[in-house]
């Protein structure tokens, strides 16, 4: 073989390996940049997952708050109109309109509770209006009583105000709303979450 053919065979084999070389490279990169897309395709749906149950964290808190205000709201109107029943003065129309207003926003703002869980969560709302409900039934029937000048009627009603067991409902509701946030988001198994 002459050294023309050699340098041309030399030559094409030079070529075949740049080709093959070239080949595998065009290969890497591929499988690179896919493996990069796949990197940044887990870490913005990771991210997204994160901010939404930030956002549902968010919306719990604020939802907790107000309800937690609304309830502070007609627990003082209940009080004022308990000393007001205690020195046996009837409750004037808009004390008694007040009540009930407050007892609507409260019921009102647990409604929202539903939306944001968790469900054990929404149980202890729906347990703080039903007591906060009792409460206000109490007081409006000491107010009749009252308003009646009945006096066993107003002595029983007296009774079993002074004998009802105060409500857990709101200590319960309370522990609920901190053990709720104060748990990883992680762990977060309300129907918001599972979106």
């Avoid at 023309?4 to 094409?12: D, S, Y």
């Avoid at 390996?17 to 913005?44: D, F, N």
């Avoid at 205690?86 to 008694?96: A, D, I, K, Q």
């Avoid at 009540?99 to 539903?114: C, S, Y």
Wanted: aromatic fraction near 4%.
């Amino acid at each position: 073989m002459d050294q023309g053919m050699a340098a041309v065979a030399a030559g094409i084999v030079g070529l075949l390996g740049a080709g093959i070389g070239g080949l595998a490279t065009a290969y890497g990169a591929r499988v690179g940049a896919q493996q990069t897309v796949e990197a940044a395709r887990t870490q913005v749906d990771r991210q997204a997952a994160a901010e939404h149950l930030h956002w549902v964290r968010e919306q719990r808190r604020q939802t907790y708050s107000d309800i937690m205000e609304a309830d502070l709201v007609l627990t003082m109107t209940l009080q004022d109109c308990t000393s007001d029943l205690l020195r046996r003065s009837g409750l004037p129309g808009e004390t008694v309109d007040r009540m009930q207003r407050e007892l609507m926003i409260l019921a009102t703002t647990v409604t929202r509770a539903g939306m944001w869980g968790p469900d054990d969560l929404v149980t202890k709302a729906q347990d703080l209006i039903r007591s906060r409900g009792e409460d206000v039934g109490y007081t409006m029937a000491w107010s009749c009583a009252i308003a009646s000048g009945i006096e066993t009627a107003i002595q029983a009603v007296e009774h079993g105000t002074h004998e009802r067991q105060p409500s857990r409902a709101h200590s319960d509701f309370t522990l609920a709303v901190r053990q709720t946030l104060a748990a990883p988001a992680n762990q977060d198994h309300g129907p918001a979450a599972a979106q």
